[in-house]
């Protein structure tokens, strides 16, 4: 079974830019998460897709993040224009919709730098 | 506002050498606490632990959760050179309409040199 994927690995792009990153979860998880780690702090929390509908966005930044699931599969999290406090590495992670306590799966991670 | 701390945050033992890792936890709404390893790129998950008192095993790692106390242990016995990461605990929680989070640590670097 294919585990998170997430592309690019990488990206560097210089303030004011645009950046997409992309997360497919694992086939037939319904819950979606974006986390972030920057440089020397934790991993947080961003936001929570259960299919295509957004459940939480409490943790997103600003506006100038948008997150996408047209389709209930893959995801998108744009950052327009980025800043240098963008910088990190930014996480996926998918879970199956439970009662339960449902284990969440990381992706890889995009590393992003903006200059 | 939901806190996870671990420690230590570095850790360097020998081969062979049994290492125990913390996690302490102050959160609202709890649902789950998590251990993953962190070696270049995805964090992997190890154990997830809902109950007190209740030891998880998996080959030489274990972990136990004290829902009273508020924390969590894993335990790594006969440590190997592969065992080296980065051990992240986090707290899964309930944060209303349908939606659950994680909140992290920061993470305990162990380091486990021949």
């Known amino acids: 079974e294919a585990g998170v994927t997430q592309f690019p690995s990488h990206s560097v792009i210089e303030k004011g830019q645009t950046v997409t990153l992309r997360c497919d979860p694992i086939s037939g998880h319904d819950n979606l998460y974006w986390y972030r780690r920057v440089m020397g702090k934790e991993i947080k929390f961003l936001l929570h897709?259960?299919?295509?509908?957004?459940?939480?966005e409490s943790g997103m930044p600003n506006n100038r993040f948008l997150a996408e699931r047209t389709g209930g599969t893959y995801s998108t999290l744009k950052v327009q224009p980025a800043e240098l406090e963008d910088s990190g590495v930014y996480f996926c992670a998918s879970s199956q919709v439970s009662l339960f306590p449902g284990t969440q799966y990381f992706g890889p991670g995009t590393r992003l730098l903006v200059l | 506002e939901d806190k996870v701390v671990q420690s230590p945050l570095s850790l360097v033992v020998h081969e062979g050498d049994t290492v125990t890792l913390n996690c302490s936890y102050e959160?609202?709404?709890?649902?789950?606490l998590l251990w993953y390893k962190q070696e270049k790129k995805a964090p992997t998950f190890l154990f997830m632990l809902?109950?007190?008192?209740i030891e998880k095993k998996s080959g030489r790692l274990s972990s136990i959760l004290d829902k009273k106390e508020l924390f969590s242990i894993l335990n790594i016995t006969a440590t190997q050179t592969g065992d080296s990461a980065v051990y992240l605990c986090?707290?899964?929680?309930?944060?209303?309409?349908?939606?659950?989070?994680?909140?992290f640590g920061k993470g305990t670097k162990l380091s486990v040199i021949p």
């Open positions: 897709f259960v299919k295509e509908s957004k459940q939480d």
């Open positions: 959160v609202t709404n709890f649902r789950s």
């Open positions: 809902t109950s007190s008192g």
């Open positions: 986090a707290v899964e929680t309930y944060s209303g309409a349908g939606s659950y989070q994680l909140t």
